[in-house]
């Protein structure tokens, strides 16, 4: 049950790091807020303004005993409540004293007044206005054959220390509240800084030295990544400098067994080896571009529509068709896009005739689709053609063609931009590459 609860409140509860803090911060203080809100306006203000209703009615009976009594004239007792009281009031010969009314059940005002009239005079012996006047309360009380009507300032029943009072729970609330979101704006944003350098390191872009910033336990992360960062840089600099040495000391021997090629009298046994070695360069190349860092080449905003236009027309092949859509712009390493590119249309046309190419914008992502009409790959063989050297059989062409790197050059490349590439069945009977590259 706990379980279920704690997952529905998940749902509803942002999940950014800032408004997480923010909620913490502020909703504590609104709570507060509302409480001291309840108890002020239960407690005093509204108890003041019954209070002050009531001496209201209690003053509008008065006038009418003294109004009946008949020892003052009518004139002179409206002008001593008129100066003393401030309380203007007319008697009218009109039995017609009522009129529409707008009952707003929703106005403390309103709800004394009717409670206090009511309980005093009569359900049905009494009317009155709060909203047609700005500064006064208009009361009609029926009288014989007539009624009083009454002119009231509102002060008499309501507290203006209300207003003042809630414009002074509210500003500081709001004053609190834009302060908490500076100081978490300044708390969560080496966070956030430390989050984009991460992702620009795992995406092989280059990045200034980075400076730790923040609360202690943020710093102590960001100083622990700058450690890890320069690690792996560190490694991949020595491992380029071990491959580099290594293609150097590999390429002279070989080079020196081609030209002691020469001398061989037997032709076929010459051609043989000539070959082997031939083959040994190339694994060579293909094994040191593998692992060569993709770290030396910067990263830049292209157009990888207008790339991709490019790639196709260098091929010149009318069994190559397109769907492009125009001037779609990412950030990245725009020739190592071209080389994986490169690599998936050679495989196509290596083992298809018809080929399809299409790129679109979905969300946040880039979309490239290569379908063909070849022989295709079996579906458990999807994940396995990623990896480096593997080959699924002899008879996928000439086995001496490549060294089983292509896809899995491509797919470091893909993953390095922080995207994916996906293997399906494809609509021509063929295979199915899926790129997704994000803008």
Do not use: C
């Amino acid at each position: 049950m706990f379980f279920g609860l704690s997952k529905i409140i998940k749902n509803y509860l942002p999940r950014r790091l800032f408004y997480r803090a923010l909620l913490i911060v502020a909703v504590p203080i609104i709570v507060l807020q509302l409480i001291i809100t309840i108890v002020f306006f239960d407690s005093l203000w509204i108890k003041t303004n019954k209070g002050m209703t009531r001496a209201l009615i209690g003053e509008m009976k008065t006038f009418i005993v003294a109004y009946d009594n008949g020892k003052y004239s009518n004139n002179d007792l409206s002008g001593l409540f008129s100066i003393y009281l401030d309380l203007n009031v007319e008697h009218k010969k009109d039995k017609l004293f009522k009129k529409l009314q707008n009952k707003r059940w929703f106005s403390p005002i309103d709800r004394s007044l009717r409670r206090e009239l009511k309980s005093n005079f009569g359900a049905t012996n009494y009317w009155f206005d709060t909203t047609a006047y700005k500064e006064l309360i208009h009361i009609n009380i029926k009288h014989s054959n007539g009624y009083f009507e009454f002119f009231i300032p509102k002060d008499r029943v309501t507290s203006t220390s209300a207003r003042m009072f809630a414009l002074w729970i509210t500003l500081p609330a709001l004053l609190m509240i834009a302060i908490a979101i500076i100081f978490l704006k300044n708390q969560t944003r080496p966070i956030v800084n430390l989050a984009k350098a991460a992702e620009r390191f795992g995406k092989g872009e280059n990045i200034d030295e980075y400076r730790p910033s923040g609360a202690m336990e943020i710093r102590q992360a960001g100083l622990e990544f700058d450690k890890m960062r320069k690690r792996i840089i560190r490694h991949l600099n020595q491992r380029s400098e071990m491959l580099s040495g290594i293609s150097h000391d590999l390429r002279t021997p070989l080079t020196r067994l081609k030209l002691q090629l020469s001398f061989i009298k037997d032709k076929d046994l010459s051609k043989k080896m000539s070959f082997d070695i031939d083959e040994m360069e190339k694994m060579l190349n293909e094994y040191l571009q593998f692992t060569s860092s993709t770290y030396l080449e910067k990263d830049e905003t292209f157009n990888i529509s207008e790339l991709i236009e490019k790639i196709i027309n260098k091929y010149n092949n009318k069994n190559i068709s397109k769907k492009i859509i125009p001037r779609a712009y990412m950030n990245g390493r725009k020739n190592l896009i071209e080389r994986s590119l490169n690599n998936l249309i050679d495989n196509s046309i290596k083992y298809a005739k018809k080929i399809n190419l299409q790129l679109i914008k979905k969300n946040n992502n880039i979309i490239i689709t290569i379908d063909d009409d070849g022989i295709g790959i079996p579906k458990n063989e999807y994940q396995n053609v990623f990896k480096p050297f593997y080959k699924i059989d002899k008879s996928r062409g000439d086995s001496k063609s490549s060294v089983g790197l292509g896809l899995s050059i491509t797919s470091d490349i893909i993953k390095s931009h922080g995207g994916n590439i996906l293997l399906e069945k494809s609509p021509l009977n063929g295979l199915r590459v899926k790129i997704f590259l994000p803008l």
